[in-house]
């Protein structure tokens, strides 16, 4: 294999796909990156098993052929090679090498045979529908916050997307996460090819890159989906991941519908009043007291360790006085998801689930678990 590619593109590629390898292998081929040549240039690949990320980049090509090489050390190569400079990368046909090549520089890398590294079977996908990159993105970045970390209940270690009906009766593409003190749903209008989706839970991790490749909100992404597996391609970019095998719960059960007790608070001041009287929380606890009058709200924390905080904003509340608590760092989270200026609270009581949202907007909302405070 003989190929020449510009520093800057190669470097683009190596850092979407050395993401997806993990820095400790017990399965050495793992580590590396598979490099094949092609029609339309260079190809990259990676993948840990769970997750798979190929891209495509132009690049010269005087013989073809394919090797395996460490992805991070690799990645740091092309990262400290000056800009504007062409890579040259060739493979030897049994010297199990890799001479990568810039001006003065040479380096040789250790290669594994391209014959041994996996390949993630996509099978067949039974939907497949297109949306713009700005609006899968939404969808992901008003839900992943809330994505549990706990591996025992594997099944909310990810994002829940499907497709439901809204209010109105349209069909909506939905995206849902919780850990079971707080949850978030975003919405879309159902891409033409989505409908009869099968509900499926994306890992974590494949969540995360899939915000990181949708960096460019003008890309359409392309969402292909069985009850196995999930591919994003956006652009030269193909990223394929299995799903979590698991039942997500009823989440509807805990949205409240009932909740009469409305406060309408500006989202700025509330979030720095709640990031001020946090500061002596306790790092366990992170426990803040709303205290609700008539158009007054009073945040207050106490801790027997290291003292108490009290702040009252003017709020508009106009129901009897209510007393509840909430972990500030929750609250702070779904705060800076607000996009409008004016948080709106829904509240029942005191052992009950909270609703909040965007007043200016329907598409996403929030459900936060009370504390004993």
């Not at 040549?37 to 891209?55: M, Q, Y």
């Not at 700005?134 to 839900?143: I, N």
């Not at 949708?214 to 193909?238: P, Q, Y």
Request: glycine share 8%; aromatic share 4%.
């Amino acid at each position: 294999m003989k190929v020449t590619v510009e520093r800057a593109e190669l470097l683009k590629s190596l850092s979407h796909v050395h993401r997806v390898v993990e820095r400790r292998n017990t399965i050495p081929i793992l580590a590396n990156v598979l490099i094949r040549t092609g029609t339309n240039g260079l190809s990259l690949k990676a993948t840990d098993l769970d997750l798979e990320v190929v891209e495509t980049v132009p690049a010269e090509v005087s013989q073809d052929g394919a090797t395996t090489v460490p992805a991070h050390v690799l990645y740091d190569i092309v990262r400290k090679l000056p800009d504007g400079a062409q890579v040259q990368l060739e493979a030897g046909g049994d010297r199990g090498s890799l001479a990568v090549r810039a001006g003065r520089a040479r380096f040789t890398l250790q290669t594994l045979p391209e014959t041994d590294f996996p390949d993630l079977a996509p099978g067949d996908f039974s939907h497949s529908f297109k949306v713009k990159g700005a609006e899968f993105r939404r969808l992901v970045d008003k839900t992943q916050f809330a994505i549990s970390t706990e591996e025992t209940r594997y099944y909310l270690n990810g994002i829940y997307l499907h497709v439901a009906d809204s209010a109105g009766g349209k069909p909506m593409l939905r995206a849902v996460a919780t850990d079971g003190h707080r949850l978030a749903q975003a919405e879309l209008e159902a891409p033409e090819g989505s409908i009869g989706l099968p509900g499926v839970i994306v890992p974590r991790k494949t969540v995360a890159e899939v915000q990181k490749l949708l960096e460019d909100k003008d890309a359409e992404v392309t969402v292909s989906l069985s009850t196995t597996k999930i591919r994003v391609a956006v652009g030269a970019i193909v990223l394929t991941s299995k799903l979590i095998d698991g039942t997500f719960p009823d989440y509807g059960r805990v949205i409240p519908a009932g909740n009469d007790k409305i406060l309408l608070v500006d989202k700025a001041d509330f979030a720095a009043a709640v990031d001020r009287v946090s500061t002596v929380s306790s790092e366990r606890g992170r426990a803040v007291k709303l205290s609700l009058a008539d158009g007054k709200l009073t945040l207050s924390v106490t801790n027997p360790d290291s003292g108490s905080a009290t702040e009252e904003l003017e709020v508009e509340y106009g129901s009897e006085p209510l007393d509840i608590g909430f972990n500030s760092r929750y609250l702070l989270d779904i705060t800076s998801q607000l996009e409008g200026d004016t948080a709106e609270l829904k509240l029942a009581d005191p052992g009950s689930p909270t609703l909040v949202r965007d007043n200016t907007k329907t598409d996403a909302l929030y459900v936060l678990m009370p504390m004993r405070v």
